[in-house]
């Protein structure tokens, strides 16, 4: 009875071992089949943005296009131009600068570009103008009618501009 036992028990763990291997097979196999599927899935998308480049390329160049294909390439522009400023913005934040020709962060004291080897021209930096609040007196000036020139204020300047001319 016991020798019964154990030999239905080792059939059964030889039966469920066979349908495990099985199911694992057809496992591997299906992810083989996925990851080749994924593999030109990617080859197709690489194909597709090169031909976004393309014609990216040809309409940055000035090449005619027709205006759905226009519209996206102008669209592009305008986010890589937002994306230039924000990288702008975030290198001046740390100290540092952008090289106007392949895009390299730089020190801010850098003179050339340690990538390219781009001169980078000194850019003044951009000061920041808060509209200042009028003065009391600017206040009131500006809810007053302004008066109407007489000939001869009008004239003043004219006579300025022809001395500075001549």
Do not use: W
């Not at 992810?31 to 197709?44: A, F, L, M, P």
């Not at 226009?70 to 230039?84: D, F, G, P, S, W």
């Amino acid at each position: 009875m016991t020798d019964d036992f154990f030999a239905e028990f080792g059939e059964t763990i030889h039966q469920a071992a066979k349908e495990f291997s099985a199911k694992t097979d057809s496992f591997f196999e299906s992810q083989k089949v996925r990851n080749k599927i994924n593999g030109e899935q990617r080859q197709i998308d690489q194909c597709l943005k090169d031909v976004g480049n393309i014609i990216y390329k040809k309409f940055v160049d000035g090449e005619p296009m027709h205006e759905d294909v226009a519209a996206l390439c102008e669209e592009i522009t305008e986010h890589k131009v937002t994306i230039a400023k924000m990288r702008e913005n975030m290198a001046r934040k740390k100290g540092e600068k952008i090289c106007a020709s392949c895009g390299a962060v730089l020190p801010k004291d850098a003179q050339f570009c340690l990538r390219c080897g781009a001169e980078c021209k000194e850019e003044p930096e951009e000061e920041v103008v808060e509209d200042p609040k009028p003065a009391p007196e600017e206040e009131e000036n500006l809810f007053q009618e302004e008066e109407p020139e007489t000939p001869e204020t009008s004239e003043e300047p004219k006579e300025q501009e022809e001395d500075e001319e001549a």
